[in-house]
């Protein structure tokens, strides 16, 4: 299998915000791209228990200088040590209405879905937020580094800011990747796990009830502090059928901490997003 299709099983990470591919070295001047189409059923918001399928499709593209567009994110690896990855990272996250959260991107291997209207909904309160204000689509900018312990095994960390309502958010995730494990000629696993901490700013916007949103919705008011927002963990599938061809899967669980888990607007703290795709390199 081409080295591109193994870098594609390298990144497992749990959170499509400031997911960042492993670094792939490539001739002066060239550029690698994948494109295809998936689904995905998940959460409408964090913490529903309502959930959503949606159709999307998939885009990742990989420059020899180091930059690479990932679904909703894009950065640059500037490490030429082959230990450590570093860099800037721009990730945009997805808006939420009183309907629910706007597609954001869900990694799979190197590259990630890019947002798409939902086309099914299931719940059987899809109003629930009613009365909540709006949180826009955020452009959130930072920095990734990531140290290997070895080959198979690397930590991952990521902080932006920018998040919430007013852009004072901030969002630091942390995390450990077992890249892929070769199961036969066409199969390859990876598991990744991780955690995200937030400021206030961020944790008031997507889990706080301001006085004003209580007087209109059913929640009572509730602000909560900074500190840990989730824990989650990864698992990951790769079907190579040809070097160009592949379906990937991926089943990720999250739980809600802390603050962000007692918040009124929580149904379930707990939850399991599942997508699956095929991609085509280029």
Same mark, same amino acid.
């Given at each position: 299998?081409?080295?591109?299709?193994?870098?594609?099983?390298?990144?497992?990470?749990?959170?499509?915000?400031?997911?960042?591919?492993?670094a792939n070295p490539m001739p002066d001047g060239s550029r690698d791209?994948?494109?295809?189409?998936?689904?995905?059923?998940?959460?409408r918001y964090d913490g529903t228990g309502s959930r959503k399928v949606?159709?999307?499709?998939?885009?990742?593209?990989?420059?020899?200088?180091?930059?690479?567009?990932?679904?909703?994110?894009?950065?640059m690896h500037l490490s030429n040590s082959p230990t450590l990855e570093?860099?800037?990272?721009?990730?945009?996250?997805?808006?939420?209405?009183?309907?629910?959260?706007?597609?954001?991107?869900?990694?799979?291997?190197?590259?990630?879905?890019?947002?798409?209207?939902?086309?099914?909904?299931?719940?059987?309160?899809?109003?629930?937020?009613?009365?909540?204000?709006?949180?826009?689509?955020?452009?959130?900018?930072?920095?990734?580094?990531?140290?290997?312990?070895?080959?198979?095994?690397?930590?991952?960390?990521?902080?932006?800011?920018?998040?919430?309502?007013?852009?004072?958010?901030?969002?630091?995730?942390? +995390? %450990?990747?077992?890249?892929?494990?070769?199961?036969?000629?066409?199969?390859?696993?990876?598991? #990744? !796990? *991780? &955690?995200?901490? =937030?400021?206030?700013?961020?944790?008031?916007?997507?889990? +706080? %009830?301001?006085?004003?949103?209580?007087?209109?919705?059913?929640?009572?008011?509730?602000?909560? #502090? !900074? *500190? &840990?927002?989730? =824990?989650?963990?990864?698992?990951?599938?790769?079907?190579?059928?040809?070097?160009?061809?592949?379906?990937?899967?991926?089943?990720?669980?999250?739980?809600?901490? #802390?603050?962000?888990?007692?918040?009124?607007?929580?149904?379930?703290?707990?939850?399991?997003?599942?997508?699956?795709?095929?991609?085509?390199?280029?």
């Open positions: 299998m081409n080295k591109l299709l193994f870098l594609l099983l390298a990144v497992s990470c749990a959170s499509s915000r400031g997911e960042t591919p492993a791209m994948y494109a295809g189409l998936g689904v995905q059923s998940a959460p949606t159709a999307l499709p998939v885009l990742q593209v990989e420059w020899s200088n180091g930059m690479f567009v990932s679904g909703m994110s894009a950065g570093y860099g800037p990272l721009l990730t945009v996250l997805p808006s939420r209405s009183e309907s629910g959260s706007g597609n954001g991107a869900d990694g799979i291997g190197t590259f990630a879905y890019a947002p798409m209207p939902g086309v099914v909904r299931v719940g059987v309160n899809p109003d629930r937020l009613s009365g909540m204000d709006d949180i826009p689509t955020r452009v959130a900018g930072g920095a990734f580094f990531n140290v290997y312990l070895d080959p198979q095994w690397r930590l991952t960390s990521s902080l932006l800011v920018g998040s919430g309502r007013e852009h004072q958010g901030a969002r630091l995730e942390l +995390g %450990v990747q077992r890249l892929a494990a070769v199961l036969g000629d066409r199969h390859r696993v990876s598991l #990744g !796990a *991780g &955690l995200t901490a =937030v400021n206030r700013a961020d944790n008031q916007s997507y889990f +706080g %009830v301001s006085a004003a949103e209580s007087l209109r919705s059913r929640f009572y008011s509730y602000e909560p #502090g !900074a *500190g &840990l927002q989730d =824990v989650h963990a990864d698992l990951r599938w790769n079907w190579a059928w040809t070097p160009s061809w592949m379906l990937t899967a991926r089943a990720q669980a999250k739980r809600l901490l #802390g603050s962000a888990g007692h918040s009124p607007l929580v149904e379930r703290s707990s939850n399991l997003t599942v997508s699956a795709a095929i991609a085509y390199r280029f």
